[in-house]
C-alpha cells in the first residue's frame, strides 16, 4: 500500500481481508483513531498479525496496538542501509527479536571506544551483512543501542535475540549533564491511564540551565475542567518522569490532535539549545 492516505489503507484492508498489517506502531495507532473516527469495528476486519517496527516503542503502546486493532503485535528491526525490515524479528514467544544470522553477524561496540563488548552488555549493534549482494556491509555502525540474548528461546529457534532497541547513540539527549533516552519518558507516559501515546519533548537552555518540557495529549475524558484535579495530575505525572529520568521535566497538557502527526515516524523532540 506504501504510505499515506489512511482512508484508502482502511478500505483495502475491508476490501482484500488484509491479514498481515505492516507500519509503524505510531501509524497502527493513527490507523486505530481514524477508524474510531469512521465508526469502523476493527473486530470486523481480518486482521491477525502485526509487523511494527521503524522506532522504539513500548510494551504498553503494543498492548494498546494489540487491543485497539484485534491483532498479535510484534517488534521487527532493521534498516535501509542494511536491507530495510527484515534484520531480526520477534517469534510468538515476543520475548526478544531473533537475528537472522545466516544473513547478518552482529556485534555489540562500545560506540566510545569501538571495543566489542561481552555477550550481555549493552552497546551499539554493529552488523555484517553475509548475502547482501552490490553493496554488502562489514561491521556497519547502526547507532542503535541494545544488547544480544544468546540464552534458548521457547519457540526452539537458536539464532540469537535482540533487545527492543533503547535508543540511539545519537539521539541521546543530555539535560543537565544526565543522558535521557525518549523512550523512557514514553514509558513513563504509556503507563499512566489517559496519556495518549502522543507527546513532544521541547528542550532549552534557559541561561545555563537546560530545561525540559514534555507535552502531553490528553483524552476528552481526562481533559478537565477543574485546575486542582489538573494540577494533581501534572504534578503526579512529573515526579514519575523525575523518579525515572533522574532530572526534572515540566508537564503540560496539550489538546487532542494538537501535536503534528506524520504518516511514518513521530517526531518527538524539538531541541532549541544552542550549544
Ligand atoms: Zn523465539
Redesign the pocket.
Known sequence: MSSGNTEKQIMIMQDYKSTALVCTPTYAITLADKMERMGIDPKNLSLKVGLFGGEPWSESMRKEIETRLCLSATDNYGLSEVIGPGVAGE?S?KCGM?IFEDAFIPEIIDPETCQVLPPGSVGELVLTTLTKEALPMIRYRTRDITSLDYSK???G?TMV?MKKTMGRSDDMLIIKGVNVFPSQIEEVLFAIEGCEPHYQLVVDRIGAMDELEVRIEVTENIFFDEMKKQRAFLEMVEKKIASMLGVGATVKLVEPNSIPRQEGKASRVIDKRKI
Do not use: L
Open positions: 517469534c514467544c531473533h528461546c521457547d519457540c529457534r535475540r
